[in-house]
Structures are given as C-alpha cells and as structure tokens.
C-alpha cells in the first residue's frame, strides 16, 4: 500500500477498512507504540496489517494483539515474531477511562490507522461496539440512499 500524506504531516502507513464496517467507533485515541528497531524501518516500508488487531488493557497498562508487522528483510537476527504482543503508550488518566468504558458490555479496542508522525509510529485506536448483521445492512442501505441523492443533485445543477 502506498502511503498517503495529509494536512497534518502525518504519513498513513495503513487503515483497517473493515473496522469501520464491523464495528460502530465510539471514540478515538491517538496512541503511541513500543518498537523495535527492525519493526519501524519495517513500518516505515509500509508492511504492516492492523485487520486482526485489537487492544487490551492488563495490569494498568495497555497491549496490542495480533498486529502483523513482516520481518525487515535486511534485519536477519534482530527481527522479532511478526504478531508480538506491543505496549501502547498513553496517559494513565486516559488508560483508566478507558478500563471503565471497557467493562460496560460489548466495547472493545480496536486499531483504525496506523501512521508515522515525526518519525514516531503512532495508532490510531477506537473504543468500538461490535455491529449485528442486520445493522451492517442498514449502514449500507443509508450509504447508498445518501450516494444516490447526491448524484440527483448534482444531475440538477
């Protein structure tokens, strides 16, 4: 994937698509992230995949599961398991509303985008309830109403 710039000079280095499909986003974090050294130039090649990813807080501190960074070609020894558990960086006043929105029922954490931002990795994380089928349906069915009234007016104009 390549990646994109924005205003804020941030490099987007990947976004989990299906996040937002799946779950309805409540609220963001923007977090910071434990890496090695073979883990950011792997990122910074853009080879990481936030799809099966999702956070956890333990022990007052919080952890990310299941992010898949692939191995630095060059960095032979020093790589790390591609699927490591990494600790988030985020203030503790943050972590500890976050441990009393996680126990209300069916929260979760759930990594949207991951970027660099001078030169640090950064993730962007939300507290996200998961979606039923028949809501799935309903969001795109208004997604499809809203494209089709505003292809009507711009056939006016």
Do not use: C
Not at 56 to 82: C, K, Q, S, T
Not at 96 to 118: A, D, S
């Amino acid at each position: 994937m390549v990646a994109v710039r924005p205003v804020r000079g941030e490099k987007v280095v990947t976004i989990n698509r299906r996040a937002r499909h799946d779950y309805d986003i409540k609220e963001t974090y923007d977090v910071g992230m434990v890496l090695t050294g073979t883990e950011i130039k792997s990122i910074r090649q853009g080879k990481a995949n936030l799809v099966d990813g999702f956070a956890r807080v333990e022990n007052g501190e919080l952890w990310l599961h299941n992010m898949h960074i692939a191995p630095y070609d060059p960095g032979n020894r020093f790589n790390v398991d591609p699927r490591r558990t990494r600790k988030l960086l985020l203030h503790r006043n943050q972590i500890n509303r976050l441990i009393g929105k996680i126990q209300e029922k069916g929260l979760t954490l759930i990594p949207l985008k991951l970027y660099l931002q001078r030169g640090y990795a950064k993730l962007e994380l939300g507290l996200a309830r998961g979606r039923k089928f028949y809501d799935k349906r309903r969001a795109i069915a208004e997604r499809d109403a809203e494209r089709e009234q505003e292809q009507k007016l711009r056939r006016r104009r």
